[in-house]
């Protein structure tokens, strides 16, 4: 593992219970940051932190509710100073099936968690960093926020969504010491694929060049750089982490 200096700062990483989230949370620890995880499920939330050790904490955050999300803010910046970087990996997937089948419900689900909880956490954790003049911001996107991967209309289409902030949010603060990124993996294997059918993991798989998936380590440590001091130039950017499969 490269030495990435977090030395001193405080994280926060929503849906830092499991999956990408916790890897990029052991990363961080690892480089020397405080973590704070948030996530809905209280006892995941907390485990995960008993695993990482004296420097994380758990914040049982909803990340769809505005309250929920900003109380969280307050009691992270209580417990920890000041918030220096936050990344956005909650997320889910919803179901695979083709647009026209594709039930209202399903899709207000997957934006309400995606797209809308990620607003309410850059919103809230970007104004408190505005008052310090200095934060990283990494949201997790996809490859089909790029591609569309079919069947999966709202997956792709929140992704898309999740890009098209990241640019919006890394312009207004460019003139500031705040950067704003995001990642567009191709699929790791993680709980999510257990929202998935069989035959859209086999389709995942085979759009990658690269002929395997993402490992969350490999997320993790781009991640870890774009959470330095040292990504200063990079913002409203996003960093591809699809084995090949971008086109652009």
């Known amino acids: ?4 200096d977090l030395n001193g700062r405080c994280a926060v990483v929503t849906g830092g ?3 990408i989230g916790l890897a990029i ?4 620890v690892a480089s020397g940051a405080r973590v704070a995880i948030w996530d809905l499920d209280e006892k995941a ?3 995960a932190a008993t695993s990482l050790g004296a420097q994380s904490l758990a914040v049982v955050t909803d990340v769809t509710q505005e309250d929920s999300v900003q109380a969280a803010t307050q009691a992270t910046v209580k417990a920890c100073g000041a918030i220096d970087i936050l990344v956005c990996s909650a997320g889910i997937a919803g179901p695979n099936v083709p647009t026209v089948d594709y039930t209202t419900e ?3 689900k ?3 968690v995606n797209v809308h909880g990620l607003f309410y956490c850059n919103r809230a954790v970007a104004r408190a960093m505005m008052a310090r003049d200095y934060g990283r911001i990494i949201n997790i996107a ?3 926020g790029k591609d569309g991967n079919p069947n999966a209309p709202a997956y792709s289409a929140s992704k898309a969504a999740v890009i098209g902030l990241t640019k919006s949010l ?3 603060l460019a003139k500031t010491g705040i950067r704003v990124n995001c990642v567009t993996p191709a699929a790791a294997r993680t709980a999510i694929f257990d929202q998935m059918t069989p035959q859209h993991i086999e389709f995942m798989l085979s759009k990658i060049p690269m002929g395997r998936f993402c490992e969350v380590d490999e997320i993790a440590a781009m991640v870890a750089w774009l959470a330095s001091e040292d990504c200063a130039f990079s913002t409203g950017a996003v960093f591809d982490l699809s084995g090949g499969r971008a086109v652009y």
Not at 1 to 4: E, F
Not at 25 to 28: H, L, M, N, P
């Open 106 to 108: 399903d899709w207000h």
């Open 1 to 4: 593992m490269n030495s990435i």
């Open 45 to 47: 939330a907390r485990d």
């Open 142 to 144: 996809s490859i089909a």
């Open 170 to 172: 890394g312009k207004e």
């Open 110 to 112: 997957v934006f309400d």
């Open 17 to 19: 219970a499991a999956g």
């Open 25 to 28: 949370a052991r990363r961080f």
